[in-house]
T-cell receptor, first 114, second 111 residues
Framework: ETGVTQTPRHLVMGMTNKKSLKCEQH?????MYWYKQSAKKPLELMFV???????ENNSVPSRFSPECPNSSHLFLHLHTLQPEDSALYLC?????????????FGNGTRLTVT | RKEVEQDPGPFNVPEGATVAFNCTYS??????FFWYRQDCRKEPKLLMS???SGNEDGRFTAQLNRASQYISLLIRDSKLSDSATYLC????????????FGQGTTLQVKP
């Protein structure tokens, strides 16, 4: 299934680098999300965008900066990250931002911060 | 206390067995609940929603107990392909779409 596509699949970056994660959905959905999945921890919601507007910022540090230019694309800009930010970053989309719309996840970007 | 709590397992069962997972949630205001499945190194996928009256989808049955704030998932006649991590999910507040995930319960079905 290629409904939600994330690039790159893997990323290794130093703490002083700046990089961006990209997500694209081909499902015609109106809501997009960034989640973080660390080893042995539950998925953590980071950001929610509904019709390109940010509706949720779950107390995420400013070194993570989301961008949603349109309903189909979502970016996560990264700068001056810490080693503890190493994790799997999952993008998801849904028809609406209410719970009746199931989440469709991308296959994630595995980020390693050195 | 974790908002959504699950026994991480792993649960090791033989093919054909019946296995049940429980999950507890802390927010009594949560209205919507789900089970997602995540295969190793893959993304989570919705398995089923959980309704107050309980619901069944083939070999899978989900139940909700609001009084005790727990959700269950029953898998009958386990298949090798059922091996995965099962994520319990609760909506933080009604109709916000803000979902709280449990850590997941890992199931290994052996031949």
């Amino acid at each position: 299934e290629t409904g939600v596509t994330q690039t790159p699949r893997h990323l290794v970056m130093g703490m002083t680098n700046k990089k961006s994660l990209k997500c694209e959905q081909h499902l015609g959905h109106n809501a997009m999300y960034w989640y973080k999945q660390s080893a042995k921890k539950p998925l953590e919601l980071m950001f929610v965008y509904n019709f390109k507007e940010q509706t949720e910022n779950n107390s995420v540090p400013s070194r993570f900066s989301p961008e949603c230019p349109n309903s189909s694309h979502l970016f996560l800009h990264l700068h001056t990250l810490q080693p503890e930010d190493s994790a799997l970053y999952l993008c998801a989309s849904s028809q609406g931002s209410d719970s009746r719309s199931p989440l469709h996840f991308g296959n994630g970007t595995r980020l390693t911060v050195t | 206390r974790k908002e959504v709590e699950q026994d991480p397992g792993p649960f090791n069962v033989p093919e054909g067995a019946t296995v049940a997972f429980n999950c507890t949630y802390s927010n009594s205001a949560s209205q919507s609940f789900f089970w997602y499945r995540q295969d190793c190194r893959k993304e989570p996928k919705l398995l089923m929603s959980v309704y107050s009256s309980g619901n069944e989808d083939g070999r899978f049955t989900a139940q909700l107990n609001r009084a005790s704030q727990y959700i269950s998932l029953l898998i009958r006649d386990s298949k090798l392909s059922d091996s995965a991590t099962y994520l319990c999910v609760a909506e933080e507040k009604s109709n916000t779409g803000k979902l709280i995930f449990g850590q997941g319960t890992t199931l290994q079905v052996k031949p």
